[in-house]
């Protein structure tokens, strides 16, 4: 998606309203007390924070900014106040383990554990969905990994988004290629997030985004084509995440 001026000076008034917006977004929904300190940020660390991609932007040539889908998911901060809501846990949003599965047909239907061994790990957040953290795939993948997880994704049809976990120092992998050619197999819709943003240079962390994001471009059909970059040390970034799933998942068909 090429990045016109209108459309850059629209993005930089909006992040200069989050003084006006705050009193809203606090008042409208119950956002994490962690959360809430990021939006009383200076606009720069906000957007460096929240909006990850934004930051890299700026260290860009103009005539290469045009190469990232900066803006195809571009949620307002009461978007992700509304998604952090989602994802903190309190008394009428519980956020709990459910159960763990091994094959296919251990996949729980009922809100109750059932002892199964650790390998699927299905989280129920509040009564809105469950995540499924799955285990991993290459040389470190479970003997049953193909049984397991190949399954699950072909066969879910409840299943309403996959998250691509891409290590941001390396890029993509020949094991990285192996969840991708999956997603593309099954028609799945999936997300490529990039982790560790925090080990790398800003430069080689750009050279990254950038072949990696020309590699969603040219060689996948079912991947959301912007990248989500997060850091472990800056939980905040995991937020735009969060919002994504909430907005684009409710839309997809049934």
């Known amino acids: 998606m090429k990045m016109a001026a209108p459309g850059l000076r629209h993005g930089m008034r909006r992040l200069l309203e989050v003084s006006a917006a705050l009193g809203r977004v606090c008042r409208a929904y119950s956002t994490s007390q ?4 990021v939006l009383r940020l200076p606009r720069r660390q906000l957007t460096k924070l929240v909006y990850p991609l934004q930051d890299l932007e700026q260290h860009l040539a103009p005539d290469a900014r045009s190469d990232l889908c900066l803006r ?6 009461e978007d992700l106040a509304r998604a952090e809501s989602f994802f903190t846990a309190s008394p009428r949003n519980r956020i709990e383990y459910l159960s763990s599965a091994v094959r296919l047909d251990h996949a729980p239907d009922l809100p109750r554990p059932e002892g199964h061994t650790k390998k699927m790990n299905f989280f129920k957040v509040g009564k809105y969905f469950t995540l499924v953290d799955m285990p991993g795939y290459g ?4 003997e049953d990994f193909v049984d397991m997880v190949e399954t699950y994704l072909k066969e879910r049809r409840n299943l309403k988004r996959t998250f691509l976990l891409v290590d941001s120092v390396v890029g993509i992998t020949k094991t990285d290629n192996i ?8 028609a799945l819709p999936y997300v490529m997030v990039l982790t560790k943003t925090d080990k790398s240079s800003k430069g080689h962390l750009l050279k990254q ?17 912007q990248l989500f970059p997060v850091s472990l040390p800056q939980p905040q970034t995991t937020t735009e995440v969060r919002t994504f799933y909430l907005f684009k998942s409710a839309q997809q068909p049934q």
């Open 34 to 37: 962690a959360f809430a300190e």
């Open 72 to 77: 195809v998911f571009d949620p307002s901060l």
């Open 139 to 142: 040389y470190r993948a479970p």
């Open 179 to 186: 969840a991708i050619e999956m997603c593309e197999e099954f």
């Open 209 to 225: 985004v950038l072949q990696i994001q020309k590699f969603v471009n040219m060689q996948t059909q079912g991947c959301f084509p």
